[in-house]
Every structure is written in C-alpha cells, then in structure tokens.
C-alpha cells in the first residue's frame, strides 16, 4: 500500500531514510522546498545580455509573476536598443540600459545575470566583477583553460562570487538524486559506489522553449578582445555541449576525476574519480530528431539511482528518478519546475545566503580541464590548448 510524504525542506532537513520502508511508495517532493525561503525582501538583479538565452533561458523565469517575492528584475543592459526597449516592456522591466558600465553606474544591485556567448566570457566577466556583486553566466566558464585561468584570477581579487549555468544540477530530479546519492553513500546500505554512466544523445534541445523569442535584426557589436569563435575546432564544439556531462559527472561522483580514456570515435570518455570509482559518458551513440533522450546511472553494488532528464530549454518539466533497491523501486513525484525556472530560485536563494551557488566559477575550471584531457586522448596532444 502507498504512502504520501510531503517534504517541507527536503533535502536540506530530510534525509530520506524513508526510503528504506517499502511503504513509501510515492514521495512527493513539496514545491515549497524547490521555492525556497520567501523570509527575505526579493533581490534585486540585473540584466547584462537579453539575447536568445537571456530572455527564454533566464529572464522568463526572473521575471515570471510567480518569482515576484524572490527576486525583482529592476534593469536590463542590452546593447542593442531597440531590442532592450522590446523586452523591457514584454517584461515590466523599468529601466534600460546599452551596457554593463551604464547599469551599475545607476542601479544597486544585489546579483547580475550575463547570459553571453561563452567565448565573450574573458573580456566581460572580469569587467562585471569590478561591480562586486555575484555574478552569474552561462556555461561553459570560456573555451580554453588559459582564459578560464584569467577569468578565475580577476574573480580572487573582486570579493564576489560567479555562479555557472550547468543548469542540470537545477533540475528538481537532479537535485533530488543528489540528495539520494549521497545519502547512500553515507549509510552504505546499497554497498558502495561502484560506477556512473552518463548518456547523451543529441536531440530537440528546445522543446518549444523558443516560442516567444523576440529577435532583432540590430548586429551585435564584435568584441575584439573575445576568443574566437570557431565551430569546426572540436575544442570549441566539446565545451560548447558535452561540457554539460562534464560537469554533471563530478557532481554526481561528489568528487573529483581525471580522464583515463577515449575510444577513437571519440564517442566514450572514461574517468576515474579521486577515490577510484569509474564513469563514462557516451556522447552521441545515437541521436534523436525528436525529444530528448539523456540519462545518469548511479550504480551501487547493490542498487542504483537512475535520473532521466528532459531537454534543455523545456518548460515547467522535470525530469524523473528511479531509485532501485533490494526492496522495490521508488520514483519521487516532483513539483513541474523545469531547470533552468530551478536555477534561477537557486540564484536567488545564493544571493541571499541560503545555499553556496550551485557550481562555481572555480568548478567550472575543472570542466575546461577535462575537456582539454578528453581531447588529447581522443586526437592527440596538438588539439590540447
Ligand atoms: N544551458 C544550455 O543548455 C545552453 C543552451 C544553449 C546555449 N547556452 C549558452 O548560452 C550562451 C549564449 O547566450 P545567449 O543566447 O543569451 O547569447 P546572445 O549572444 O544571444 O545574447 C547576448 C546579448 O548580450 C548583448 N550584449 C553583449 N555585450 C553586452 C554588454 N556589454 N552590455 C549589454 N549587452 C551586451 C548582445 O547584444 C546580445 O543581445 C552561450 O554561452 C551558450 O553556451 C546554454
């Protein structure tokens, strides 16, 4: 017979060793938790970029009525104008700006968002962090780990903090399965850690996400300062897309790794994590035209936690859990938050001191680094920068 338990707090407070009773046949994991506190005055955030990310990945869900008591979107930078006044108004945004030295030059801050191409990332970032407010970016940190180095070295002498867009640590599933992850890790009671595998299959990353997209036919000014942008260079691909499984993969082992090796078609990456335990990643061994197929098996010895994720860009779905045990397979009912709605609460939440953010900017070094590593087993030492 099933059981509902509601979780105020989870998994903060609980530790779920509900689990272990095979009564528990459903857990629901209360919306209230993945809300977070509303005890504080919203916060106030700043808009630097409103391109396409910026507004369906992040300003949306910002500026969404629902997140009125956690946060308060007072100004947008937009360098093209036109497009800033657009989305300004769609939004209720107040104020306008056409760059980041205009916004901080008229507006208290308590956090700023910079959804930006990634390669933009080592001329502007270092800039907002003059500001001495937290930061948060999309992903990956740059493209080569001589920028990401730049970018981390500016941040030690700013006093803030720069939280990096893996969005998939956001999602409720996600977050849920950390939880569970490591509370098996710690009592034990499925054995030990044994061995992580990511799958990735290319598929819609969209999922209609875009559908309200306002675009512009203003030109973005060039940055002359930016890495170059160059879709042919595998480096440039690989942290453009798989660094998502990169950083996936350290957070579900719960500690660090290094390479160990790939196969020539450059489909596996195999690692080994500092206390021994191996994961893969399977990139691409096939791929979708339609939906979104990506998966993480945590596997003890004697049981596993499965977490299933949905597109990128989806909008109020999760993803979904399996936890496997010798008793019977349990799967959470999760409120319908999609990740990147998550992120943004945990932005918040991070900004006002409730939880560290939820990958660093210092973290997101060691996904540059693993990149470069996958890159030199799978083509050789001229392709590592
Ligand atoms: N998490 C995911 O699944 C996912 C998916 C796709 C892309 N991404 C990431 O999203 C990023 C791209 O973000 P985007 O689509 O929002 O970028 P974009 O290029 O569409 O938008 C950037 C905007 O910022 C503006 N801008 C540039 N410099 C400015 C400044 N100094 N002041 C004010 N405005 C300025 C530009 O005019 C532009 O409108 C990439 O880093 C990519 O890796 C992540």
């Given at each position: 017979m099933g059981e509902t338990l509601i979780f105020e707090h989870f998994p903060a407070k609980?530790?779920?060793?509900?689990?272990?009773?095979?009564?528990?046949?459903?857990?629901?994991?209360?919306?209230?938790?993945?809300?977070?506190?509303?005890?504080?005055?919203?916060?106030?955030?700043?808009?630097?970029?409103?391109?396409?990310?910026?507004?369906?990945?992040?300003?949306?869900?910002?500026?969404?009525?629902?997140?009125?008591?956690?946060?308060?979107?007072?100004?947008?930078?937009?360098?093209?104008?036109?497009?800033?006044?657009?989305?300004?108004?769609?939004?209720?945004?107040?104020?306008?700006?056409?760059?980041?030295?205009?916004?901080?030059?008229?507006?208290?801050?308590?956090?700023?968002?910079?959804?930006?191409?990634?390669?933009?990332?080592?001329?502007?970032?270092?800039?907002?962090?003059?500001?001495?407010?937290?930061?948060?970016?999309?992903?990956?940190?740059?493209?080569?780990?001589?920028?990401?180095?730049?970018?981390?070295?500016?941040?030690?002498?700013?006093?803030?903090?720069?939280?990096?867009?893996?969005?998939?640590?956001?999602?409720p599933a996600t977050m849920f399965a950390k939880a569970e992850i490591d509370r098996l890790k710690q009592s034990g009671e499925l054995g030990k850690l044994n061995y992580i595998r990511i799958t990735m299959p290319p598929g819609d990353w969209i999922a209609g996400g875009f559908n309200d997209l306002i675009k512009s036919d203003e030109p973005v000014p060039a940055d002359p300062n930016a890495e170059p942008v160059d879709w042919k260079d595998p480096l440039f691909i690989y942290v453009n897309y798989y660094i998502h499984q990169?950083?996936?993969?350290?957070?579900?082992?719960?500690?660090?790794?290094?390479?160990?090796?790939?196969d020539k078609s450059g489909k596996l990456l195999v690692a080994e994590s500092e206390s021994g335990v191996t994961g893969i990643i399977e990139q691409a061994p096939f791929?979708?035209?339609?939906?979104?197929?990506?998966?993480?098996?945590?596997?003890?010895?004697?049981?596993?936690?499965?977490?299933?994720?949905?597109a990128p860009v989806v909008h109020n779905q999760p993803g979904s859990v399996t936890v496997y045990t010798e008793k019977g397979y349990f799967s959470p009912q999760l409120p319908p938050i999609h990740a990147m709605r998550q992120q943004a609460i945990n932005f918040c939440r991070a900004l006002r001191g409730e939880i560290p953010p939820m990958c660093d900017a210092v973290?997101?070094?060691?996904?540059?680094?693993?990149?470069?590593?996958?890159?030199?087993?799978?083509?050789g030492a001229e392709s590592c920068q």
């Open positions: 609980l530790q779920p060793s509900h689990f272990s009773s095979i009564s528990c046949s459903l857990l629901v994991a209360k919306a209230a938790y993945f809300a977070g506190s509303m005890s504080q005055k919203p916060v106030r955030i700043g808009f630097v970029g409103v391109g396409g990310m910026g507004q369906m990945a992040h300003l949306r869900n910002y500026a969404s009525a629902s997140m009125a008591e956690q946060c308060e979107v007072v100004a947008i930078a937009e360098c093209r104008t036109k497009l800033g006044n657009e989305i300004a108004k769609r939004y209720g945004v107040p104020r306008v700006y056409n760059n980041h030295e205009e916004l901080f030059a008229n507006e208290k801050l308590d956090g700023v968002v910079a959804s930006q191409g990634f390669n933009r990332h080592v001329s502007l970032v270092p800039e907002l962090y003059k500001a001495g407010i937290p930061v948060f970016t999309e992903k990956p940190l740059s493209v080569t780990v001589a920028a990401g180095e730049k970018i981390l070295s500016a941040l030690k002498t700013s006093g803030t903090w720069h939280m990096v867009g893996y969005h998939k640590r956001s999602d990169v950083n996936l993969l350290r957070h579900l082992f719960g500690e660090k790794y290094k390479v160990v090796f790939s791929s979708t035209k339609q939906g979104w197929q990506e998966s993480a098996l945590v596997a003890f010895e004697k049981g596993y936690v499965k977490l299933d994720l949905p973290e997101a070094l060691e996904d540059l680094k693993i990149a470069r590593d996958y890159l030199h087993f799978w083509k």
